[in-house]
């Protein structure tokens, strides 16, 4: 049952409840398991899933990555995270887009993709406490989690609403000022429960993802915390295994709705085009696929924080570059954490390679992987950007041609998906869409030529009388919603408001 290990040394095996529980390898790498893509490894029969719901293809997807959770378990866990706080009984729906297709993965509660992942990950941490094969916790009865997370946008509210009053566990959430819209902000200094904490922090997002990093890399302080308040620091962010793999879900999910429409036929090969910031959307995609998903293509779609781009087409990494705040504030990003397992796979499980490119990543922002192994990743992986410009333009050609209206993050894949050459051996398109418009009325009305001068709320007002579509009510209803969470503070600040919180868990 000791599957994983870092993506950075193979000394230390741990389960899946260990990995979900710690969230990042002693030595700064990412959980990986071996088995995966390998003869004897992990697979998913496609042809048993295509009648099936979207919770049964989460537990055969869940079943094969996290082999320790027992079957009560994961279905407990499935049934709690997507049930009637999504608003689409098919949890991600697919729909036409012209002659491709799109699949929404905003029905959840807070109307990002990111809810897929963070519903079900604190149903895990929740069963990773005193379980018999983690022997080390059994001593430790009332040790509580608090989940640190830097968000640029959507992360930091979709932790929030998975973790609120969750048993166990306590989560402080930090934003960069200014930096998120005016919707995204509320939805998180809004947020209800009482074991959270959020904090606007003056810096931008890799900023504050820094400092998180560097408090969970200081042994000391999680010592204080485990000894006198009786508390594990842990991560949310989609470095986790038990983010990563909810994800993985909606490529089965989307398949099987291609099939049973009709579209393909079982085992036609298909391709996705996926907004990707920090690599953790796209990646999953890549895990479908080694699970025998038939995925010709993966491309990523970024905004003008192109880092990826560069990257997939030579090889070489470079953070060295100006940060760009676009209106895809999600992604903007130019350290792609999950990365780093392509890294691990396509090296050929190569340990010390990966600690070497992290380390250089860490010293010089910058590292080259040898030209092979690009190559290979090219067979699978490639990539394309839109700037702002061509986001507008997308949002405006998608609705005129489609009748779709997508979120800024969305049209940088829909530009990207215009652009590409169509494939032959490949059946179907799909574009991942992973925001609603609504979290974005602004960006999305000047697009579409509609009033933009109003408050957000105005403008989502307009946007669903212009375009017959409905915000969600849970965003619409922020408008008269209470702030509680006001704090703004500076970096070096942050390890201290995380004190606080660990002593009043
Ligand atoms: C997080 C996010 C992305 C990018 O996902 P990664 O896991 O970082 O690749 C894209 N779009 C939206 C709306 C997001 O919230």
Same mark, same amino acid.
């Given at each position: 049952?000791?599957?994983?290990?870092?993506?950075?040394?193979?000394?230390?095996?741990?389960?899946?409840?260990?990995? !979900? /529980?710690?969230?990042?390898?002693?030595?700064?790498?990412?959980?990986?398991?071996?088995?995966?893509?390998?003869?004897?490894?992990?697979? !998913?029969?496609?042809?048993?899933?295509?009648?099936?719901?979207?919770?049964?293809?989460?537990?055969?997807?869940? =079943?094969?990555?996290?082999?320790?959770?027992?079957?009560?378990?994961?279905?407990?866990?499935?049934?709690?995270?997507?049930?009637?706080?999504?608003d689409d009984?098919?949890?991600t729906p697919l729909k036409p887009l012209g002659d491709d297709w799109i699949l929404e993965l905003f029905h959840g509660?807070t109307s990002a993709f990111k809810d897929v992942?963070?519903?079900?990950?604190?149903?895990?941490?929740?069963?990773?406490?005193? +379980?018999?094969? &983690?022997?080390?916790?059994?001593?430790? +009865?009332?040790?509580?989690?608090?989940?640190?997370?830097?968000?640029?946008g959507d992360?930091? =509210?979709?932790?929030?609403?998975?973790?609120?009053?969750?048993?166990? *566990?306590?989560?402080?959430?930090?934003?960069?000022? $200014?930096?998120?819209s005016?919707i995204q902000?509320?939805?998180? +200094?809004?947020?209800?429960? %009482?074991?959270?904490?959020?904090?606007?922090?003056?810096?931008?997002?890799?900023?504050?993802?820094?400092?998180?990093? /560097?408090?969970?890399?200081?042994?000391?302080?999680?010592?204080?915390?485990?000894?006198?308040?009786?508390?594990?620091?842990?991560?949310?962010?989609?470095?986790?295994? $038990?983010?990563?793999?909810?994800?993985?879900?909606y490529?089965?999910?989307a398949?099987?709705?291609?099939?049973? /429409?009709?579209?393909?036929?079982?085992?036609?090969?298909?391709?996705f085009v996926v907004p990707t910031g920090?690599?953790?959307n796209i990646?999953?995609?890549?895990?479908?696929?080694?699970?025998?998903?038939?995925?010709?293509?993966?491309t990523v779609a970024s905004d003008k924080? %192109?880092?990826?781009?560069? #990257?997939?087409?030579?090889?070489?990494?470079?953070? %060295?570059?100006?940060?760009?705040?676009t209106t895809s504030p999600s992604m903007d990003?130019?350290?792609?954490? %999950?990365?780093?397992?392509?890294?691990?796979? #396509?090296?050929?499980?190569?340990?010390?390679?990966?600690? =070497?490119?992290?380390?250089?990543?860490?010293?010089?922002?910058?590292?080259?992987?040898?030209?092979?192994?690009?190559?290979?990743?090219? *067979?699978?992986?490639?990539?394309d950007w839109a700037n702002e410009d061509e986001v507008n333009e997308a949002i405006a050609s998608c609705f005129a041609s489609t009748g779709e209206v997508i979120d800024p993050h969305t049209a940088c894949g829909y530009t990207v998906l215009q652009r590409m050459?169509?494939?032959?051996?490949?059946?179907?398109r799909i574009l991942l869409a992973t925001a609603s418009p609504y979290k974005f009325p602004r960006v999305v009305n000047q697009a579409l030529g509609f009033?933009h001068?109003?408050?957000d709320?105005?403008c989502m007002?307009v946007l669903s009388?212009q375009t017959g579509t409905q915000a969600p009510?849970?965003l619409? $209803?922020?408008?008269?919603?209470?702030?509680?969470?006001?704090?703004?503070?500076?970096?070096?600040?942050?390890?201290?408001? &995380?004190?606080?919180?660990?002593?009043?868990?």
């Open positions: 049952m000791n599957t994983f290990h870092s993506t950075r040394s193979n000394d230390q095996m741990v389960t899946a409840k260990q990995a !979900i /529980r710690t969230g990042i390898a002693y030595d700064g790498g990412l959980f990986v398991n071996d088995d995966l893509g390998t003869a004897n490894g992990p697979h !998913i029969d496609i042809a048993g899933l295509v009648q099936s719901s979207y919770q049964d293809i989460a537990y055969s997807v869940l =079943k094969a990555l996290l082999p320790d959770f027992s079957e009560h378990e994961l279905r407990e866990c499935i049934e709690q995270a997507y049930g009637d706080q999504w009984t098919h949890i509660p992942a963070l519903q079900i990950l604190p149903r895990f941490m929740a069963r990773t406490a005193n +379980t018999p094969d &983690v022997p080390e916790q059994a001593a430790r +009865t009332e040790e509580r989690i608090m989940i640190l997370t830097a968000t640029s992360t930091g =509210k979709a932790a929030l609403a998975g973790f609120a009053d969750a048993p166990g *566990t306590g989560i402080t959430v930090f934003y960069p000022e $200014g930096k998120v005016q902000q509320l939805q998180m +200094t809004t947020q209800q429960g %009482n074991n959270v904490h959020v904090y606007a922090v003056r810096g931008n997002f890799d900023d504050a993802q820094s400092a998180v990093k /560097r408090i969970f890399a200081d042994h000391e302080f999680a010592n204080t915390l485990q000894d006198d308040a009786h508390v594990a620091l842990s991560s949310a962010n989609s470095i986790n295994v $038990g983010r990563l793999v909810p994800q993985v879900v490529y089965f999910a398949y099987a709705q291609l099939v049973q /429409r009709g579209a393909i036929t079982l085992g036609d090969p298909v391709e920090n690599f953790g990646l999953a995609g890549y895990y479908a696929k080694l699970l025998g998903l038939p995925v010709a293509h993966l924080n %192109n880092v990826l781009v560069d #990257f997939l087409n030579t090889g070489v990494y470079d953070r %060295n570059r100006p940060f760009y705040q990003i130019l350290i792609s954490s %999950n990365l780093e397992r392509m890294l691990y796979y #396509f090296s050929g499980k190569d340990e010390a390679l990966v600690a =070497k490119l992290m380390e250089s990543l860490s010293q010089d922002g910058t590292y080259q992987i040898p030209e092979d192994m690009l190559k290979r990743i090219q *067979t699978i992986f490639s990539a050459p169509q494939r032959e051996n490949v059946a179907a009033d001068t109003g408050s709320f105005a007002d009388q009510a849970a619409r $209803g922020l408008e008269y919603a209470q702030e509680r969470f006001t704090e703004v503070i500076d970096i070096a600040q942050m390890q201290d408001v &995380v004190r606080r919180a660990a002593f009043t868990l």
